[in-house]
């Protein structure tokens, strides 16, 4: 499927394959009535970029938080396994949104409101971790063991 997106400020032309599109019920939150996004991997990253179907202006970066907080641990609710069709974790993707910044040391990761992703499904949802000392603001860099240079 040919998708626009302007996730880096101009329009760009991608195709994306249907085993990378996930249906968000509800929507991320702020964008509640978005609901179909696309994965779509930066090249030479762990950087991806979770772009809205439905409005080419609004893309996501993402990245597995496993990769600069290898302790990182939550528990779904049974709702949530019920609503996503998670029957083993092995199906599940877990993702963090990111807050760029033009200082790349600057840049963090959301570990309170994952993105869980379930493969088989192709079912997405933003989960908000009740009770939880994790932070919105994490900066991956402190542990991410990546050159700060593009």
């Known amino acids: 499927m040919d998708i626009v997106t302007y996730r880096y400020g101009a329009a ?9 599109v996930y249906e968000f019920r ?7 009535r978005l609901h179909r996004y696309a994965i779509i991997p930066e090249s030479d990253s762990p950087v991806e970029w979770l772009q809205s179907l439905e409005e080419p202006e609004v893309a996501f970066a993402t990245i597995e ?3 600069f ?4 641990a939550f528990e779904l609710t049974d709702r949530d396994c019920e609503d996503l ?3 083993t974790p092995q199906t ?3 993702r963090c949104l990111l807050t760029l910044s033009p200082a790349v040391e600057e840049i963090t ?20 971790l009740p009770d939880s000392n ?3 603001r994490f900066p991956i860099f402190q542990t991410l063991h990546l050159p700060l240079s593009a």
């Not at 760009?12 to 990378?20: G, I, K, M, N, S």
């Not at 959301?110 to 908000?128: D, F, M, S, Y």
Request: hydrophobic fraction near 45%; aromatic fraction near 8%.
């Open 12 to 20: 760009e032309r991608l195709t994306v394959e249907p085993a990378d």
């Open 26 to 32: 509800p929507g991320l939150a702020g964008f509640e």
């Open 65 to 67: 938080p496993f990769l």
């Open 69 to 72: 907080y290898p302790e990182y």
């Open 85 to 87: 069709g998670l029957r």
């Open 92 to 94: 599940a993707l877990v």
């Open 109 to 128: 990761a959301n570990l309170l409101a994952p993105v869980v992703l379930n493969r088989e499904t192709r079912k997405g949802r933003q989960i908000v």
């Open 134 to 136: 994790l932070s919105m």
